[in-house]
């Protein structure tokens, strides 16, 4: 199935991009996420995930469909 | 009324909603970019009531973005150099300014003398602070942050709603303005929709950013909306607060004369208390002008900090970490306990 992956703060740095869509193999949130931080180095970096505009839970697996949206948001600190 | 009539005409607003904002009192915790791009507004708006928190000094690489502030701001306390602007620019909005950081000691203290906190610091661990003294006094926080051009501005704890830790739950440190770097006009639009954020609250109307993580890249002109919601595990309690921000970052320790290898010892009682200590290598410096004279230690020093009862020297411990000194403890001894262990200890005596 296809998705897209908006990237947001510092992720934007280390992934190269703010947003791509990928094809994807994994079934849930949690294959994915492992499956990211395998091929990229983004273990340093603190994020929450949101599926479709809304943040998950990461300890809950969400099952994932054709076409989502996956934001990846990490805290910002600057002020 | 003149002053506010162009406002006063909106149907939100009216002579109602400008007496809600006479009577509101707000809490702006740091003077940076996005305290300086919403203070003046906040002022101008007719808000009564304002409190600033902020124990910093302006610095020359301030300047850029911190817009109530000039060359001759340099090295004064930032609270009272945005009090002396905003008192010029509307005298009937009654000001306080607190040139102190903000504490787990003072926070609840003070969160409890107003009716909405706004965060606009730059480190993470005092907004975690700020969201559970929040919680614990039962205000609603708004939160602004920014990492380069792209900000985050939400509202947590808004009538029992979501709080920053049901965002984020853990606390970890990213980069700040001054190791990422910041453009002024960037921080000031997340500033101002802070600002807008408060006004909302204060007049009851409808959208408040409660539940919901706004981010608006100021380099691509787009903004996103995400939703979230409260999580029901997290609790926090008064415990939790004390052993959170007190106990692991001023535990006291205990003297051994091996420590004075790597530290240099700090009293900072005034100095005419008693017994003075008799040993060459002790920096005397009383908190009451510790903040003055703290600026001939070197940060990469380790110290250690000693008073009459351990108050004071936990203050002045809270004061360095604040401050970026990475080595520094109170002891656990008293000046008196202090004295009779140096003097029988024949390594020190010389």
């Known amino acids: ?79 | 009324m003149s002053r506010y009539q162009r406002q006063i005409i909106l149907p939100q607003i009216g002579e109602q909603g400008q007496q809600k904002l006479t009577e509101a009192r707000v809490l702006v915790i740091g003077t940076g970019g996005l305290g300086c791009a919403l203070l003046p507004y906040l002022v101008a708006s007719g808000i009564g009531n304002l409190g600033i928190v902020d124990g910093d000094r302006v610095e020359e690489s301030n300047l850029h973005r911190q817009i109530l502030f000039s060359n001759n701001s340099i090295g004064k306390f930032k609270a009272e150099e945005a009090q002396v602007f905003l008192n010029n620019q509307n005298p009937a909005c009654n000001i306080t300014v607190y040139t102190e950081y903000l504490t787990a000691e003072n926070a609840l203290q003070l969160f409890e003398k107003y009716d909405i906190i706004v965060d606009a610091t730059d480190r993470i661990a005092i907004r975690y602070l700020i969201n559970d003294a929040a919680v614990l006094t039962g205000k609603p926080f708004v939160y602004g942050s920014i990492h380069r051009f792209e900000g985050q501005v939400s509202v947590f704890n808004y009538r029992n709603g979501p709080t920053y830790r049901c965002l984020f739950p853990k606390a970890v440190e990213v980069p700040s303005c001054a190791e990422a770097g910041v453009l002024g006009t960037s921080v000031g639009l997340i500033g101002l929709m802070q600002a807008q954020e408060v006004m909302k609250i204060i007049l009851g109307t409808e959208n408040v950013l409660s539940g919901e993580l706004l981010l608006y890249n100021t380099l691509t002109a787009s903004q996103h909306k995400f939703q979230f919601s409260k999580n029901e595990q997290i609790k926090i309690t008064h415990a939790f607060l004390d052993t959170e921000y007190t106990s692991e970052k001023i535990e006291p320790k205990p003297f051994h004369s091996s420590l004075l290898e790597k530290y240099k010892l700090i009293d900072v009682r005034e100095l005419n208390e008693h017994p003075r200590i008799q040993y060459h290598n002790i920096l005397e410096l009383p908190l009451s002008n510790f903040k003055e004279t703290m600026n001939q230690l070197d940060k990469e020093q380790a110290y250690l900090v000693f008073c009459k009862s351990g108050l004071r020297a936990a203050k002045a411990v809270t004061i360095l970490q604040e401050y970026n000194f990475k080595n520094t403890r109170a002891l656990q001894e008293s000046a008196s306990q202090l004295e009779v262990l140096i003097t029988n200890s024949s390594v020190l005596k010389q």
């Open chain 1, 1 to 79: 199935m296809k998705i897209t992956l908006k990237y947001f703060g510092q992720l934007v740095d280390v992934m190269g991009n703010h947003e791509e869509t990928r094809e994807i193999e994994v079934k849930n949130s949690n294959e994915l996420l492992e499956q990211m931080k395998q091929n990229n180095p983004i273990s340093h970096i603190p994020f929450q995930l949101a599926i479709n505009d809304v943040l998950i839970n990461q300890e809950e697996s969400k099952k994932l469909n054709d076409g989502d949206v996956i934001a990846l948001l990490p805290p910002y600190a600057g002020g």
